[in-house]
């Protein structure tokens, strides 16, 4: 039987575990949504139960997120993930704050590429790569550089990103590297060399699944890729291989920053650095979540098979100087809508 005193004693006890939990730190955070099972099994779990405090979420793409931080003021969110094009953005019209280094000792393990690629902001959690993707039984000789891009028994076999992705300004600058010009300096040598490249486009894609899809139906034999798409695309088409190129791909850096407004600062620094322990990192590209930028992770060659991987891959891919891409593409995206007819 209960007795008054048990009762009033277990009503006491929900009482301080409700208020225990009202007064939970909340940790808000901005990142895409996708892979969320995985998420919440190797990153959310494990820091709630390390810090005892609550995350919540804001979702959706670059774009939307950073724009939601914008009007704000720099506020709403706690951390934000964003590919390094919409980052700089953010840097750049000062919605975010300088990080504190020694908050986040893990970051001094991590290959120099990702500790500091915009001036003191946030680092890099995960790296990947542009490149050159192609049907290995249909194109021959093998394509080993940019310029294969222009080659004439190629013609009608290529699809190029569209100009608004993230890989589509990429082009511009190939393009320009092509005719022996930096593109920010001067675009004309640059889109002389997209006209010319134009009879071997069969189409612009604008996603993932829409470049796949041309490989799968045998519309296209060659495309521009970032490297998270090769396990679906060789899914569906065993013989795409990715280019070894000798000019070296295009590193892309996903960032997490702490926007000037955040409410809880202390918990932001503890995260990040939560998220860039080697161990942790590990963890996420053996579990085909995100390749690891903590220099002593170590993978089999299956495991890092699908990832940008290793200080030699690092260390020769080619950075985006995103300040003068994002000056550019205005008027890059005029130009080359006049060379595709969009």
Not at 161 to 177: K, L, Q
Not at 240 to 249: F, K, M, R, T, Y
Not at 274 to 284: A, G, V
Not at 320 to 342: H, L
Request: charged share 20%; glycine share 8%.
């Amino acid at each position: 039987m209960t007795t008054p005193r048990k009762t009033m004693l277990a009503a006491a006890s929900v009482l301080a575990m409700t208020a225990g939990a009202a007064q939970a730190e909340t940790l808000t955070i901005s990142w895409w949504g996708f892979n969320g099972e995985k998420l919440d099994q190797y990153i959310v779990q494990p820091f709630q139960e390390k810090c005892g405090c609550e995350l919540v979420f804001e979702t959706g793409n670059n774009a939307d997120r950073l724009n939601k931080v914008k009007i704000r003021g720099g506020a709403g969110v706690d951390v934000i993930y964003l590919t390094d094009s919409f980052s700089q953005l953010g840097v750049e019209e000062g919605l975010f704050q300088k990080i504190d280094r020694s908050k986040i000792p893990n970051i001094d393990g991590l290959y120099e590429l990702a500790q500091d690629p915009q001036g003191g902001y946030g680092p890099a959690y995960t790296i990947g790569r542009v490149g050159i993707v192609y049907d290995s039984e249909k194109v021959n000789p093998p394509i080993t550089s940019w310029a294969d891009l222009w080659r004439e028994d190629l013609a009608s076999q290529v699809s190029l990103p569209g100009i608004t992705t993230t890989a589509g300004p990429m082009v511009v600058m190939i393009a320009g590297e092509k005719a022996g010009t930096n593109a920010f300096d001067d675009a004309d040598p640059a889109f002389a060399e997209i006209e010319k490249i134009k009879p071997n486009v069969v189409k612009n894609y604008n996603t993932g699944s829409e470049m796949i899809n041309l490989f799968s139906t045998g519309e296209i034999t060659v495309s521009l890729a970032q490297d998270f798409a090769l396990g679906q695309l060789q899914a569906a088409v065993p013989s795409v291989v990715w280019a070894d190129l000798e000019d070296g791909a295009i590193a892309t850096l996903n960032t997490v920053n702490i926007p000037k407004g955040a409410a809880n600062v202390e918990l932001a620094h503890e995260f990040i650095n939560f998220i860039l322990d080697p161990e942790l990192q590990k963890t996420l590209a053996q579990n085909g979540v995100d390749a690891p930028v903590a220099a002593s992770v170590e993978l089999t060659e299956e495991e890092a098979a699908q990832w940008t991987y290793g200080k030699e891959m690092i260390d020769g891919l080619k950075r985006v100087d995103y300040s003068k891409m994002n000056q550019a593409k205005n008027a890059w995206v005029d130009r080359w809508n006049e060379i595709f007819g969009m």
